[in-house]
């Protein structure tokens, strides 16, 4: 009889779950469905949901208009490059916080992610300005500094609540055992660290690629990576829904497909091991 | 055990990044505050003079202000509203025996990483949209007249896009709290007779008070500069019924290239996050001991 119950239980809720599930990720699952149709497909009333002539004439028709690789070879340029040039700075500054905490460590971790608070519109006018005179405006590597830098508190954190998880005994066990300093590098912290490097990194490259207010201010067509190739299509005069599709799947598909696979990381990384 | 010459080393090797998000936070924030005195225009160079606190005068006077401010908070406010409560919700229902439950999570977690400018362009096309939009069919299905969502309620088919954004993350967050309840007090309260409510109110809330604490602060770091989602489906319109302060900043700054009035605002801006910002982080300040 227990049973019996505790089975319809778990049929309501996995039903229930599968309905939730599907409602909130119906519109992308319908962007990507309409980006295999014919316009005419694409509006037709009543809509059609899976029983139309699928086609692929649409991502070619959005990269032959408007370069879509480019955009894209932006976007990774840019957000890879934010994230490495940022962690190439926030793993000895973590590094030491995490390892070396002085009194201040805690006031200073606070300061840092203070700065991610500083509203964009606040500061938007003196770097368009400061992009203007030095001529960094729509350059990938204006633009990269400029995610990098909004990026860093987070990358500190995250790298800092990695490293803190680190015994310090194991360390020290390894000096004790007269290791060398190399070695202790090479073959006991490196391969304690590098799966927090790792998640930090993907979890930054996805914060660079979706960031959209300086990049949309800052770049115009030649350092434009896809929030702006995407933005150009919001001109009603542009609106082609199967189009518009393509190039939405387009653009969100490699990060969806990295978020998934970093959706573990992503809750101790963004949290900053508060919630475990 | 720390010696002089590990310590100095420390400092050094924190040096960058410290001094880097300095100048950071001081050159334009110091620009901007400059800036913010001066009549400055885009379109006429040259002009620039002191003028004192004109631009504040005038921002503040500025209907369009209250609008924005109103209209910030009612952003964060709204979608943290529905995103806790929400994924509250969500994550209990996920923490129940699901068949398949690592592709419903996948599913669920998907919005959060689409880019803000394509779920606004999505949103606004494919389902707001009162002609061809899904909402408009499904409205004519049931014999309803089909409503114009961004002309009509603009702000609230924002708050909605970003909510749907946001849902998924405060749904894992709290999903991974929750699952680091200890059964054995819930079985506990079981065996005292305490019925789901009480379990919910008295182990299940004050478990997660931290992890919302979390979602709350994050969020808000995000939610406070919403500026994509508006300039993508109603550049602030109509009239100023969508528009927030980061937006209203960006329109007087680069749309009327009065660079003196947004400064302003910029400052207004940042002096409104402070504030918010000193009430959050006392709160994660205390979460995170």
């Keep these: 009889m227990a049973r019996r119950v505790s089975d319809r239980r778990r049929w309501f809720f996995t039903v229930l779950a599968w309905l939730v599930a599907l409602l909130i990720f119906f519109p992308i699952l319908w962007t990507i469905l309409t980006s295999f149709k014919s316009e005419a497909d694409a509006i037709a009333s009543p809509p059609k949901f899976l029983f139309f002539d699928w086609t692929t004439e649409n991502f070619a028709e959005v990269q032959a208009r408007s370069s879509y690789l480019r955009h894209f070879m932006n976007s990774v340029i840019i957000s890879i490059g934010s994230t490495l040039l940022g962690l190439l700075i926030a793993i000895p500054s973590a590094w030491s916080m995490a390892f070396q905490p002085g009194k201040r460590t805690k006031d200073l971790l606070m300061w840092m992610l203070s700065t991610k608070m500083m509203p964009a519109a606040g500061v938007l006018i003196p770097m368009y300005l400061i992009f203007r005179s030095w001529g960094l405006l729509d350059t990938r590597l204006g633009i990269t500094i400029v995610l990098m830098l909004i990026n860093l508190p987070i990358i500190i954190w995250m790298l800092y609540t990695y490293f803190r998880e680190i015994p310090s005994e194991i360390l020290e066990a390894a000096r004790m055992d007269g290791a060398s300093l190399r070695n202790e590098i090479v073959h006991v912290l490196t391969p304690m660290a590098v799966p927090g490097i790792a998640s930090t990194m993907l979890l930054n490259v996805i914060l660079a690629w979706n960031e959209a207010f300086w990049t949309l201010n800052l770049t115009t067509s030649k350092a434009a990576p896809l929030t702006t190739f995407i933005a150009s299509y919001s001109s009603p005069e542009g609106l082609f829904y199967a189009k518009l599709s393509a190039a939405s799947t387009m653009a969100i598909a490699p990060i969806l497909i990295l978020g998934w696979f970093s959706q573990k990381q992503l809750v101790r990384g963004l949290t900053f091991g508060a919630v475990k | ?289």
């Excluded at chain 2, 504040?56 to 209209?71: E, G, H, I, R, V």
């Excluded at chain 2, 007249?145 to 954004?165: E, G, K, T």
């Excluded at chain 2, 003196?260 to 205390?286: C, D, E, P, Q, T």
Aim: hydrophobic content about 60%; aromatic content about 12%.
């Design chain 2, 1 to 289: 055990m720390a010696t002089r010459h590990q310590k100095s080393l420390a400092r050094f090797m924190v040096a960058p990044s410290v001094l880097l998000l300095l100048g950071w936070m001081i050159v334009p924030l110091a620009m901007t505050l400059w800036f913010s005195f001066q009549s400055y225009n885009l379109l006429s160079p040259g002009m620039e003079q002191f003028i004192g606190w004109t631009n504040y005068k005038y921002f503040l006077s500025d209907p369009a202000f209250w609008t924005a401010m109103q209209n910030t908070l009612l952003i964060v406010g709204g979608v943290l509203l529905i995103t806790v409560a929400g994924g509250v919700v969500l994550a209990l229902l996920l923490d129940q025996p699901i068949m398949g439950q690592g592709i419903v999570r996948i599913l669920m977690i998907a919005p959060f990483f689409i880019m803000p400018t394509v779920s606004a362009l999505v949103w606004k096309n494919m389902f707001m949209n009162p002609v061809n939009g899904l909402f408009a069919w499904m409205a004519k299905a049931v014999g309803a007249q089909p409503i114009d969502f961004l002309a009509q309620y603009p702000l609230m088919s924002i708050i909605l896009i970003v909510a749907w954004q946001w849902l998924p993350f405060a749904t894992l967050i709290l999903l991974t709290a929750l699952q680091s309840l200890d059964s054995e007090q819930m079985e506990a309260a079981e065996m005292d007779g305490a019925g789901a409510w009480a379990k919910f109110t008295h182990l299940v809330l004050p478990h997660l008070s931290r992890a919302i604490t979390v979602v709350i602060l994050i969020e808000t770091i995000f939610l406070l500069s919403v500026f994509a989602e508006i300039l993508v489906t109603t550049n602030g319109g109509p009239g100023y019924q969508s528009t927030n302060l980061t937006y209203l900043v960006f329109s007087q700054a680069l749309l009327q290239f009065d660079v003196g009035g947004a400064s302003a605002g910029g400052i207004i801006a940042v002096i409104l996050a402070n504030i918010v910002a000193i009430f959050l982080m006392r709160m994660i300040g205390k979460t995170l001991e």
